[in-house]
């Protein structure tokens, strides 16, 4: 059974940095494009990046304006989201998604 956990949230301050992680299990990892979406309170859950299947190709909403990288790592069935310059309208829960799965989410508040 096809399952992601994420982690690495946390409360943060502003312009700090986190990095989340989403690790999977019971899926062929390297054959999806893996993306990470948010949800923040009272929002619609939008899509924050998505990264190929070999880490060729990535794609970021344009709120992230260069403080987001993705990644992956096809041996560890990993992706991550390293998040710089936090600001407090970046706290949401983080999802990753495979196009079929979703993972529980990794809470990420920024407040002073």
């Known amino acids: 059974q096809a399952q992601f956990v994420e982690s690495g949230g946390g409360t943060v301050q502003p312009g700090g940095s986190l990095t989340l992680s989403c690790a999977a299990s019971g899926i062929t990892f390297s054959i999806y494009e893996m993306s990470w979406y948010r949800q923040a309170p009272g929002k619609e859950r939008e899509l924050v990046a998505s990264i190929s299947t070999s880490s060729g190709r990535t794609k970021y909403a344009d709120f992230v304006k260069d403080r987001f990288t993705i990644s992956r790592d096809n041996i560890k069935k990993t992706v991550y989201l390293q998040i710089n310059s936090l600001k407090p309208e970046d706290t949401a829960v983080y999802y990753c998604?495979?196009?079929?799965?979703w993972g529980r989410g990794t809470q990420v508040t920024v407040s002073s």
């Open positions: 998604f495979n196009g079929a799965f």
